[in-house]
């Protein structure tokens, strides 16, 4: 149980173009997701916290209007990087809080974002 | 969130038995200890979480002393499988918010 799914795996765009990755709780219902930004070899960075209904919060340094967050049901929350540029290339991994152990979140597989 | 100090990497054997110790001198009351496992391009794995004294599960045992300001991670018997970064979080449950250090790379050579 417990799974979590992203949707794409990888993905390459054009510089300028927008891209939206998808997030999936598959067996549990999740209120608060969290979408996190890995660039290689360096640890998990969170971007913000992803609430059903309501709009998500940003951590400090980074862009709401670039990165923006939609979480339209209890299973599913969206990250749309709009206006790629290069230096988005990064790993971009979701996560949604279980019900079960205490602060125990349950991690997607990621999205590889290639920007040429 | 209490921050956290853990070995940058640490190298081993199949077979062995790995430690891997995380410090958190000002975790707080209500902090939970977790540990999360990362192979390269996914996303991290739970492996284990505890409050205190020993807590042990299929993968591994964590052991927290008396005082909480350390705990350790104990994967016994590694194979090639393991290697991968381990990251040791400190929070309260209710606190949503995981902040991941630099975590630690673990290397198990045959």
């Known amino acids: 149980g417990a799974v979590v799914s992203q949707h794409p795996s990888r993905v390459i765009c054009k510089s300028g173009t927008s891209v939206k990755i998808e997030c999936r709780s598959l067996?549990?219902?999740?209120?608060?997701m969290f979408w996190y930004r890995q660039f290689p070899k360096q640890s998990l960075m969170l971007m913000a916290t992803s609430n059903e209904g309501s709009k998500a919060t940003y951590e400090q340094g980074v862009e709401k209007d670039k990165f923006l967050i939609n979480h339209a049901s209890l299973t599913l929350s969206t990250l749309t990087v709009t206006s790629a540029h290069p230096e988005d290339s990064s790993f971009y991994i979701c996560s949604a809080r279980g019900a079960g152990r205490a602060g125990e979140q349950y991690f997607g597989p990621g999205t590889r974002l290639t920007v040429t | 969130l209490a921050k956290t100090t853990q070995p940058i990497s640490m190298d081993s054997y199949e077979g062995q038995e790995v430690n891997i110790t995380c410090s958190h001198n000002n975790i707080a009351t209500n902090d939970y200890i977790t540990w999360y496992q990362q192979f390269p391009s996914q996303g991290p794995r739970f492996i284990i979480q505890g409050y205190k004294t020993k807590v042990t599960n299929e993968v591994a045992s964590l052991f927290i002393p008396a005082d909480r300001k350390s705990s350790t991670l104990s994967l016994p018997r590694v194979s090639l499988s393991d290697t991968a970064v381990y990251y040791c979080l400190v929070g309260y449950p209710n606190d949503y918010k995981l902040s991941f250090g630099a975590g630690t790379t673990v290397t198990v050579r045959a």
């Open positions: 067996d549990f219902q999740a209120t608060t």
